[in-house]
């Protein structure tokens, strides 16, 4: 199955072709993705910890509008890169690991979302369960970005 | 994708950048003693900038020195010890020049928000410029070494292969390549520090644009650290990729490209920490046109410094 997807006419066009619309382009569109959901979720991981408290919480809620769409850019163009290589990614640990990371990031920009970003006066106080999901929030991003990029060493 | 600059145009380039480290901060020092003599704080604001800018102005220095030493290596009447002496005076004085405009941001930033310029961070950049114009003018003395002999006789000062410098490039470079770890330890962090820094640019940019609302800019204003110390990640782990494969990057016009966006993203930035009218941008009003553009041509900058680092490989030569 995975050899199937990987040999396919789409993943030799991808590979092979040597046009900078191919493979290139892909592999920034998912960087361009990453900068842009982790960059917003990290500012908004500051915010809760208490950094340039200033900014009023809610004042931050359109960055979830971000993490959505940069998330939805990359589901694509990851998934595109993963049919190119899926024999060699598929049984790769490195691979499996990044998707948990990503899984946890993604369910943890929810809860934080549900937790601190319903509406109400400012200043918002924020509870140190929400703080600890802030944490848990950069820890799981920066894995993410750790494992997303050794792929491209191992194997 | 058509070149910028062929190894020979580096090297005019490289002669002719090469005195602004040196000229320029000795002016951002000049200024600033100049501003305790005459007690005028708006005088020390623009020497800080000037500082910062000089600092920005010297990454293409360093790196067309490297395409000059290349252009050079092999030639006849050439001393590879006396470049390597200036290289090591030139990296050190660089990493110098870089804490003194990082410093100098911070005064102008935390001016900016106590509305005052702090007497310590005001004495940090002083101790700095000094040390930074005592590291600079060694690099230019080796510099001048290499190949000019109305001041060295034709005979060279006889520098040791590590010269006097506290770094020596060729051992970061063995480092590097010596323990597989680097590289993909920095890469990681190359990806980190882009994504905190584009996270602040991201917001502060936005809010000008005026897409996010809701925040003051003296708010978002408060963020800025964060994208320098993203920069910081960036420069100190995108130093180690050039010293230890400078070939791949010093003729590869994607790099060219980068270091072009990301000076003028660096004055976008300086712009930015200083910015009078967004400065007065209460959370619910809309930015005046100057600061749309600004924000508008940060976020365009600084998604191209990041697109031309990704397409090093593919645009380029790079690995």
Redesign the interface.
């Known amino acids: 199955m995975l050899t199937t997807l990987a040999q396919s006419s789409f993943s030799t066009w991808l590979l092979s072709s040597n046009s900078i619309w191919a493979y290139p382009t892909v592999l920034t569109l998912h960087t361009f993705g990453m900068m842009v959901l982790v960059g917003a979720a990290l500012m908004i991981d500051l915010r809760l910890l208490g950094f340039a408290r200033a900014i009023p919480l809610q004042s931050m809620e359109r960055l979830f509008r971000i993490i959505w769409a940069a998330f939805a850019l990359n589901a694509v163009t990851g998934t595109m890169l993963f049919i190119a290589d899926a024999d060699k990614r598929g049984p790769e640990l490195f691979f499996w690991m990044k998707l948990t990371f990503v899984a946890i990031g993604l369910v943890t920009s929810v809860r934080i979302r549900r937790a601190d970003f319903q509406g109400g006066a400012e200043p918002v106080v924020v509870s140190g369960a929400d703080k600890r999901l802030a944490v848990i929030s950069l820890l799981a991003w920066s894995a993410a970005i750790t494992t997303g990029r050794l792929l491209a060493y191992v194997g | 994708m058509p070149t910028l600059a062929n190894q020979a145009d580096l090297a005019h380039l490289h002669l002719l950048l090469n005195h602004f480290p040196t000229i320029g901060t000795i002016l951002g020092l000049g200024l600033l003693l100049l501003s305790f003599i005459r007690r005028n704080d708006h005088l020390k604001k623009v020497s800080f900038e000037v500082l910062f800018l000089i600092a920005l102005a010297t990454l293409p220095v360093y790196v067309s020195g490297n395409a000059a030493a290349e252009a050079l290596k092999g030639q006849a009447g050439i001393s590879q010890d006396a470049i390597n002496a200036h290289n090591d005076a030139a990296l050190g004085s660089f990493i110098l020049m870089e804490i003194t405009g990082f410093f100098a941001w911070l005064s102008l930033w935390r001016m900016r928000r106590v509305g005052r310029l702090t007497t310590g961070l005001t004495y940090t950049v002083l101790i700095l410029a000094v040390l930074t114009v005592a590291a600079v003018s060694e690099a230019a003395l080796f510099g001048g070494d290499i190949r000019h002999p109305e001041i060295a006789g034709g005979q060279y000062a006889g520098f040791g292969p590590s010269g006097a410098s506290f770094i020596s490039a060729a051992a970061i470079k063995d480092y590097v390549l010596q323990h597989p770890y680097v ?2 330890t920095c ?2 962090l190359h ?2 520090g ?10 502060v940019n936005l809010r000008l644009v005026g ?6 800019f ?3 204003h ?2 800025l650290p ?1 994208g320098l110390m993203g920069f910081g990640i960036n420069f100190i782990t995108g130093m180690f990729f050039f010293i230890a494969a400078s070939e791949q990057y010093t003729q590869n016009v994607a790099f060219h490209w980068k270091v072009v966006l990301l000076m003028l993203a660096g004055v976008n930035y300086l712009v930015l920490t200083v910015y009078d009218e967004a400065w007065a941008l209460p ?1 619910s009003a809309e930015a005046p046109m100057s600061g749309k553009l600004l924000g508008a041509s940060a976020l365009v900058l600084s ?1 191209g410094v ?2 031309f680092g ?2 090093l490989p ?2 380029g030569n790079a690995f």
């Open positions: 590289w993909p890469e990681t990806f980190l882009m994504s905190l820094m584009f996270g602040v640019l991201m917001i897409w996010l609302r809701g925040m003051s003296a708010s978002v408060r963020l964060f959370a998604i990041m697109y990704r397409m593919f645009i």
